[in-house]
């Protein structure tokens, strides 16, 4: 059973909406899905047809709402028996894990994000101890002794589903956006947070505005109120370097897979380090090449052979390797070839599901093996007495 908040739209959700697409791929792994909040997610395992149950919305500032949710998590188990339960994120695993705990169901938690340990969420994760550890990137996995030393651990890098997109609906869309042909566009399709590095790219497409032939979309919305501001501050900064009539802001997408088909480009420069990178092993299965920062899970992900790597926060080191991309066609054509078997190895679904039911079912075993153990133990004693 994954246990998740729900309540945003990013990597992780992504993620668990490709186990409920695939999940008839593996018939020895049975999964459900609980969530708190309803959604884009909740609505796309719905799609799939998978097990979910929503168990209400959670504010830790109303301490009433995290009662009632953890009862509802305790009557899903003793409906669903789940032979395991995965927590996604500190959060989810500090208010849920413990209910799981005390069923005697074994907990693995998956660690998404490079973990400080110093967070309100950390600390509370740290109460409970998981029998193991999935993480999305072996940088990741670095961070998992600031929770606990000593769990077992495995790297599990996110399954991404293949699409195949016909070319005439790419043609059609960018018409629809209004983009000629003879454009070469450049795409950022990431959550609508200041880490992503919209900033630095916009500052590295006004240090282009002499160069023709280049258009780019921004395609991910505002999904809480400080990232409205966020983005008005963008939408200001494409004004003041005049490139505003070169920059559309697409909004919240849920095509990605055809924005990418269409784009010729894929740039995320982020700010702090990604944990993994999916919008770069997407781009990579579309074909285009790719252009991120070299720092975290991206130095895993990306490679010489399909795009390129620049320091953090250097919008003239940006600038220049997107020029030698816009200017050059046949460097984008080399690239973007690599790339899908490159995204076949980091993230082929079924590679991808097999570790995690691996991991999952040794977890299983082992408690399996304690529970006979404390069965013969409890059998002695009575002997003995």
């Known amino acids: 059973m994954h246990v998740y908040a729900g309540n945003l739209y990013g990597g992780v959700e992504r993620m668990l909406a490709?186990?409920?697409?695939?999940?008839?791929?593996?018939?020895?792994?049975?999964?459900?899905?609980?969530?708190?909040?309803e959604g884009r997610l909740a609505d796309e395992l719905r799609e799939a047809e998978a097990p979910l149950d929503v168990l209400g919305p959670v504010r830790?500032?109303?301490?009433?709402?995290?009662?009632?949710?953890?009862?509802?998590?305790?009557?899903?188990?003793?409906?669903?028996?789940?032979?395991?339960?995965?927590?996604?994120?500190?959060?989810?695993?500090?208010?849920f894990a413990s209910v799981a705990r005390d069923r005697g169901i074994p907990v693995a938690f998956w660690l998404h994000d490079a973990v400080t340990g110093r967070t309100w969420a950390d600390r509370l994760a740290r109460r409970t101890r998981p029998d193991a550890a999935l993480c999305t990137s072996a940088f990741a996995a670095t961070t998992l002794e600031r929770l606990w030393s000593g769990v077992p651990s495995a790297v599990v890098h996110p399954p991404i589903m293949h699409h195949t997109v016909d070319p005439l609906r790419g043609t059609i869309l960018r018409g629809v956006l209004g983009t000629g042909l003879d454009e070469v566009v450049i795409l950022q399709a990431s959550r609508m947070e200041a880490w992503?590095?919209?900033?630095?790219?916009?500052?590295?497409?006004?240090?282009?505005?002499?160069?023709?032939?280049?258009?780019?979309?921004?395609?991910?919305?505002?999904?809480?109120?400080?990232?409205?501001?966020?983005?008005?501050?963008?939408?200001a900064r494409a004004e003041e370097l005049g490139i505003a009539h070169r920059v559309r802001f697409l909004g919240q997408r849920a095509d990605v897979p055809l924005l990418m088909a269409a784009a010729d480009i894929v740039c995320q420069p982020n700010l702090q380090p990604e944990p993994f990178g999916i919008t770069?092993?997407?781009?990579?299965?579309?074909?285009?090449?790719?252009?991120?920062?070299?720092?975290?899970?991206?130095?895993?992900?990306?490679?010489?052979?399909?795009?390129?790597?620049?320091?953090?926060?250097?919008?003239?080191?940006?600038?220049?390797?997107?020029?030698?991309?816009?200017?050059?066609e046949a460097v984008r054509h080399r690239l973007g070839a690599a790339g899908p078997g490159r995204a076949r190895e980091l993230s082929d679904p079924l590679r991808q599901?097999?570790?995690?039911?691996?991991?999952?079912?040794?977890?299983?075993?082992a408690d399996g093996a304690r529970a006979d153990a404390a069965v013969a133990d409890a059998d002695a004693a009575r002997a003995g007495g």
Request: with cysteine; hydrophobic share 45%.
């Open 18 to 37: 490709v186990f409920a697409a695939e999940a008839s791929t593996d018939p020895r792994l049975e999964q459900s899905f609980a969530l708190c909040f």
């Open 60 to 95: 830790m500032r109303r301490p009433l709402t995290v009662v009632r949710a953890r009862r509802a998590l305790a009557e899903v188990m003793e409906r669903r028996r789940p032979d395991v339960v995965v927590c996604h994120s500190s959060w989810t695993h500090g208010i």
């Open 196 to 235: 992503k590095g919209h900033r630095v790219l916009i500052d590295a497409l006004g240090l282009m505005a002499g160069s023709p032939g280049w258009t780019c979309w921004i395609a991910g919305g505002p999904q809480r109120p400080a990232e409205e501001v966020y983005l008005e501050g963008l939408r």
């Open 280 to 328: 770069f092993v997407e781009a990579m299965q579309a074909g285009r090449p790719v252009v991120g920062t070299a720092a975290g899970g991206t130095n895993e992900v990306v490679v010489e052979s399909t795009g390129f790597l620049i320091p953090v926060d250097d919008a003239a080191a940006l600038a220049d390797a997107l020029r030698t991309l816009v200017e050059d």
């Open 353 to 365: 599901m097999e570790r995690m039911r691996a991991v999952l079912a040794g977890i299983v075993r």
